[in-house]
């Protein structure tokens, strides 16, 4: 069983323990910035770096959670959460300029981030039905396993476009803070350690989508198999 094979656990170890200190280091990352005041806060910050590109159609939101900030290219609308959009601090605008980056990509045309979009319905469908497919081949066909291992190898040709395109979107953030005077450049070492927390985060992401695919062509490659 699946769920109680301990190669799995194997398997994922690494990716668990990094994913978890990502999430710590992040959130103590963080609120070491929230100490860090600024003149503007989070949506002020990314409505000048949208303006300054142009980019009056993007509006800006708030949205409930903590750090549930995200860019939505299809409605052109940029989501801050609570402590990011109102907050006055160099984490708020870090974060905010962030997926302001997100924005210019769109605008810009940035090719990797066209392809991630492109990828999404794919890596959807890959991350809801893999696993259903993959226990109903155990049961059915076995056609059906290896189905599933090709649909959760979507999730993981995602996570790996998407590494690219958060890089640069932090790039393009710390780029137009110090640019637009947002934040003075001695004190762009509070936006650079969020974005660095915050980028240990995508990577465990991407880490664990790797090895569980890595486990998959293990157990049912024959490598694996008794």
């Known amino acids: ?64 959670g903590f750090l549930s900030d995200h860019y939505d290219s299809r409605q052109k609308v940029l989501r801050l959460s609570p402590k990011v959009y109102s907050g006055h601090s160099m984490a708020a605008v870090g974060v905010a300029a962030h997926e302001a980056g997100h924005a210019l990509q769109d605008a810009r045309g940035y090719a990797p981030l066209a392809i991630r979009n492109a990828a999404v319905p794919a890596a959807n469908f890959g991350g809801s039905l893999s696993w259903i497919l993959i226990f109903a081949g155990l049961f059915f066909s076995y056609t059906l396993v290896w189905v599933g291992i090709l649909a959760f190898g979507c999730v993981v040709v995602f996570q790996l476009i998407n590494l690219p395109v958060e890089f640069n979107a932090s790039s393009r953030a710390k780029t137009q803070l110090a640019a637009l005077g947002i934040v003075h450049p001695s004190d762009q070492r509070f936006v650079s350690r969020v974005l660095g927390a915050a980028a240990w985060t995508y990577v465990a992401a991407t880490l664990q989508s790797v090895l569980t695919l890595a486990y998959l062509l293990f157990r049912f490659g024959g490598f694996g198999n008794d």
């Open 1 to 64: 069983m699946l769920f109680f094979d301990p190669y799995y656990l194997l398997f994922l170890a690494p990716a668990i323990l990094l994913g978890l200190w990502a999430q710590a280091r992040l959130r103590s990352t963080f609120a070491e910035a929230e100490r860090f005041p600024t003149k503007l806060s989070g949506a002020e910050a990314a409505r000048r770096v949208l303006d300054s590109a142009g980019l009056y159609n993007v509006t800006v939101e708030p949205i409930n």
